[in-house]
């Protein structure tokens, strides 16, 4: 039986079915564990809430394969899988997985490499290290490590074949020196530019530097005034 993202609602209601009817059912992958961003999660959740249980079979499983041969930390990571489609969205999930400390997991499909790397460099910067992994426990076994900016440059010509899973190594815990108000108004520039309201790029700077609310919003007064004049018209 298939079951897949486009029908999945309706055939858990006839799985669930057979289930109370004493039948045994196994959800079955052609790659990676079910229910880690593919198909099952719903499915899971709706056999837990009736009561019925759940079983687990451990198998070959992408991020923590990928994870445990990378030579990134593994004390901690964060496990983001797919990205969201939209532009803005998926830029602000990579400014909040840049300022973390721990291990960032991302599953990225073949043809968004080059995309995912250029924003990853931009966001995360062109020395964060990172792994490219794919066709893990399979012949054509692949890991290749070493700096976003390196891969966006290697990558910017080879498209490799396969689901890929990149690894991001996370931030230094170290206490950086405050930013200056260049490097704080180019911030504010660039999340207006692609799209944020002059007070959500506030919002979002202060979240990502160590610089004060009330200095970065004095900045923006002073730079970006007119527009902000604007905002409180318009509301």
């Known amino acids: 039986m298939s079951y897949h993202k486009f029908n999945e609602s309706h055939r858990e209601q006839l799985v669930l079915r057979r ?3 004493g039948e045994i059912v196994a959800l079955i992958s052609d790659a990676g564990t079910p229910g880690i961003s593919d198909p099952g999660m719903e499915l899971a959740k709706l056999c837990v809430s ?5 079983v687990p079979i451990p198998g070959p499983c992408a991020l923590v394969s990928a994870l445990s041969a990378s030579g990134l930390s593994t004390d901690e990571f964060t496990f983001v899988g797919f990205l969201p489609k939209h532009s803005g969205s998926r830029r602000k999930r990579l400014m909040a997985s840049a300022e973390q400390t721990a291990t960032q997991i991302f599953y990225v499909p073949p043809h968004k490499l080059s995309q995912f790397l250029e924003e990853g460099s931009s966001i995360f910067g062109d020395t964060r290290k990172c792994v ?5 426990t399979k012949f054509h076994e692949e890991f290749w490590r070493g700096s976003l900016g390196e891969a966006n440059h290697v ?4 498209l490799p074949k396969g689901e890929l899973t990149i690894l991001i190594e996370g931030q230094a815990n170290s206490k950086a020196e405050p930013p200056s108000d260049t490097e704080l108004e180019n911030e504010l520039r660039e999340l207006i530019e692609n ?3 002059l007070s959500t790029a506030v919002k979002l700077v202060t979240g990502r530097t160590s610089a004060s609310r009330k200095t970065i919003y004095s900045l923006a007064l ?3 005034g007119k527009q902000l004049e604007v905002e409180d018209d318009s509301s």
């Open 155 to 158: 990558f910017s010509t080879r």
């Open 19 to 21: 289930l109370k009817q």
């Open 132 to 136: 490219i992994a794919r066709e893990m």
């Open 222 to 224: 002073r730079k970006f």
């Open 50 to 54: 009736e009561n019925v249980p759940v």
């Open 195 to 197: 799209g944020e309201s």
